[in-house]
């Protein structure tokens, strides 16, 4: 039952973002053209270090075929939370509420709620393995949130 196969996947975890990738098939590779000095990267890499900075947990159910639920988290050192919704049929994914903060002043923080607003669809696993595609505008880009399991 691929719906049951999305609960497992999003639910009962909580994620921690480990890169935003280009999407370029078989050869993704880490974005590294958000930060314009290595100041604002060094600082983006300070918050990405704390515990629960970049993180984000689902809670969902099934509804009509599809899973719905909320989700709740931290980009930077904001808080941020929103509805969300995945299809295990064609593996769609998005955000169709966002409660997060309008502004972030790290730039890694501003990305990660971009990624989210923007998201389309996901691939995943069982094991601890989600990403979460989305569409850069700014950068006429395809890219991907990685996540692995919060330790």
């Not at 997060?100 to 393995?129: M, Q």
């Amino acid at each position: 039952n691929q719906e049951d196969d999305v609960l497992d996947i999003f639910t009962g975890k909580t994620w921690k973002l480990t890169g935003i990738f280009h999407d370029k098939g078989s050869n993704p590779s880490l974005c590294t053209d958000y930060w314009n000095s290595d100041a604002e990267k060094e600082a983006s890499d300070e918050l990405f270090k704390e515990k629960d900075n970049f993180t984000i947990t689902f809670i969902g159910a099934e509804i009509d075929g599809k899973v719905v639920g909320t989700y709740g988290g931290r980009a930077s050192r904001n808080s941020i939370s929103g509805d969300w919704s995945a299809n295990g049929d064609n593996n769609s994914f998005g955000v169709s509420k966002q409660d997060s903060p309008k502004s972030n002043e790290d730039i890694l923080g501003k990305a990660f709620v971009n990624g989210l607003i923007n998201a389309y669809k996901y691939d995943g696993d069982t094991n601890g393995n989600l990403r979460i595609y989305f569409e850069d505008t700014e950068r006429n880009d395809k890219r991907f949130l990685l996540f692995g399991l919060a330790r």
